[in-house]
């Protein structure tokens, strides 16, 4: 009579508290064990496959150790075991796609993915407030998730994002960096004498005479500035065109806000086409020059 030895009902019940589990026969019992049920039975998630019944990409997804030995053998005799070595295998996390992100408000950003893992436990979401290398995480999801709203931003600021999916200590690549501009309050707008020029990011404002009403006569000492807010870093080009297409002027600036100031000088009369392009912005007004 076996005094010491514990018979349960069913192999689950069996690795209720049990250090590890040992697979000795290819019952279809055993070939249709919960894993994920196994390892929060076992005390530590080993398992002993001695019939080979589960593919390692099974157990990857149950976090289950896997333990090797080897031994060498001819036709006449075996050589002994070798030592063990163990390994998890690592479970593989498909990489969350095409990340976006758009400013809704002076202080908030969304973003939104699309999940192609289905088997994760949610996405990291990470931050940079000054480029696309120092992050910082700011929140999780829970799994299956496709968006996330950050709150509390300054207005007027860049922000880069990151996103990954994890699963337990596991983790999917980094997607690629999506990066945007906060919209700009009014307290940030420019002022040309005393009047508050409103801008949103991609937007242009021709000013020059106010009581011109648009028109610029530059025996007056008027001059035309053109300010710009762009959504995105890099090279912005002004371009001043007569309605023939004959180009009459252009400057260039890095700088994702600001103005291009013209002076008109050695030109006729008329309207001309002021061109704003760059990161975010591609626009044109219309602008009279009297002289």
């Given at each position: 009579h076996l005094s010491e030895v514990a018979f349960c009902r069913n192999a689950h019940d069996a690795m209720d508290g049990a250090d590890c589990a040992v697979i000795v026969t290819e019952w279809n019992e055993f070939r249709a064990l919960d894993l994920e049920r196994m390892k929060t039975l076992l005390r530590s998630p080993v398992l002993v496959d001695m019939r080979?019944?589960?593919?390692?990409?099974?157990?990857?997804?149950?976090g289950i150790t896997y333990y090797y030995r080897v031994r060498g053998y001819n036709a006449d005799t075996e050589s002994?075991?070798?030592n063990e070595v163990s390994a998890v295998i690592p479970l593989i996390i498909n990489t969350p796609t095409d990340l976006i992100a758009a400013p809704v408000s002076l202080t908030q950003i969304d973003l939104a993915w699309t999940?192609?893992?289905?088997?994760?436990?949610?996405?990291?979401?990470?931050?940079?407030?000054?480029?696309?290398?120092h992050f910082v995480?700011?929140?999780?999801?829970?799994?299956?998730?496709?968006?996330?709203?950050?709150?509390g931003l300054v207005s007027g600021t860049t922000y880069y994002y990151r996103i990954r999916a994890y699963n337990g200590s596991y983790h999917s690549n980094y997607s690629a960096l999506a990066f945007v501009m906060t919209f700009v309050a009014q307290s940030d707008d420019p002022?040309?004498?005393?009047?508050?020029?409103?801008?949103?990011?991609?937007?242009?404002?021709?000013?020059g005479s106010l009581e011109g009403k648009g028109a610029v006569n530059p025996d007056?000492?008027?001059?035309?500035?053109?300010?710009?807010l762009g959504n995105n870093p890099g090279q912005f080009k002004c371009l001043i065109f007569s309605l023939k297409g004959e180009l009459v002027w252009e400057g260039i600036k890095n700088s994702v806000t600001g103005y291009f100031e013209w002076i008109p000088k050695n030109i006729a009369s008329g309207v001309y086409i002021v061109h704003i392009k760059g990161p975010g912005i591609n626009k044109r007004k219309k602008i009279i020059i009297i002289m």
């Amino acid at each position: 009579h076996l005094s010491e030895v514990a018979f349960c009902r069913n192999a689950h019940d069996a690795m209720d508290g049990a250090d590890c589990a040992v697979i000795v026969t290819e019952w279809n019992e055993f070939r249709a064990l919960d894993l994920e049920r196994m390892k929060t039975l076992l005390r530590s998630p080993v398992l002993v496959d001695m019939r080979n019944i589960y593919q390692p990409d099974e157990m990857a997804g149950a976090g289950i150790t896997y333990y090797y030995r080897v031994r060498g053998y001819n036709a006449d005799t075996e050589s002994d075991d070798s030592n063990e070595v163990s390994a998890v295998i690592p479970l593989i996390i498909n990489t969350p796609t095409d990340l976006i992100a758009a400013p809704v408000s002076l202080t908030q950003i969304d973003l939104a993915w699309t999940d192609v893992s289905g088997n994760e436990e949610g996405f990291e979401i990470e931050r940079s407030e000054s480029d696309s290398a120092h992050f910082v995480q700011i929140a999780t999801t829970v799994a299956n998730a496709n968006s996330y709203q950050d709150t509390g931003l300054v207005s007027g600021t860049t922000y880069y994002y990151r996103i990954r999916a994890y699963n337990g200590s596991y983790h999917s690549n980094y997607s690629a960096l999506a990066f945007v501009m906060t919209f700009v309050a009014q307290s940030d707008d420019p002022i040309v004498d005393g009047v508050e020029i409103p801008l949103n990011p991609g937007d242009i404002k021709v000013v020059g005479s106010l009581e011109g009403k648009g028109a610029v006569n530059p025996d007056k000492g008027d001059t035309v500035k053109i300010f710009y807010l762009g959504n995105n870093p890099g090279q912005f080009k002004c371009l001043i065109f007569s309605l023939k297409g004959e180009l009459v002027w252009e400057g260039i600036k890095n700088s994702v806000t600001g103005y291009f100031e013209w002076i008109p000088k050695n030109i006729a009369s008329g309207v001309y086409i002021v061109h704003i392009k760059g990161p975010g912005i591609n626009k044109r007004k219309k602008i009279i020059i009297i002289m």
